[in-house]
């Protein structure tokens, strides 16, 4: 739930900063030089949150829509493999992302200065994030049998 007003918030403060960059752009002689990057920054936020909100929600459209044409069983051992490659990509991408926060953490933007780590963070965030959902579903799995659901 909060992710959602949160991802909601950064939408219209990014579709707000456009309408702004608009207006300046077309009535008055400049360009508000600050816009993109902070529609890079907020929409780093609000796509990671997203994907985030997918993998916890377990809704992939298009992989429920492949898997659903599959037996039962088959479901289950593709599932299965899916979510352990999954975890150990994101485990890795994790501990890589940590290292790009560090290397970024001397560097800043040219018109606001932000920090650049500041734009990495929320994959760093939703990459352990996104493991830890993943691990979760994979013991649930591990600790409830198919077998035993009469799957």
Known sequence: MIAEIISIFLLIVIVSINGAE??????????????FELNQLFGNWMYFIGITLVYYR????????LINKLSN????????IIKYIVFIVFVIFS???FDLLVLQSHAQTVGLGITNYFFSLPVFISSVIMSIYLLEQI????????ANSGK
Not at 22 to 35: A, E, F, K, M
């Open 73 to 80: 069983k088959l479901q289950f051992l593709v599932m299965s």
């Open 95 to 97: 501990f890589y992302c």
């Open 22 to 35: 608009i207006i300046t752009r077309t009535w008055l002689p400049g360009s508000l030089y600050w816009v």
């Open 139 to 146: 013991l649930k799995v591990a600790i409830n049998n198919p």
């Open 58 to 65: 377990n809704e992939d459209i298009t992989l429920i829509f």
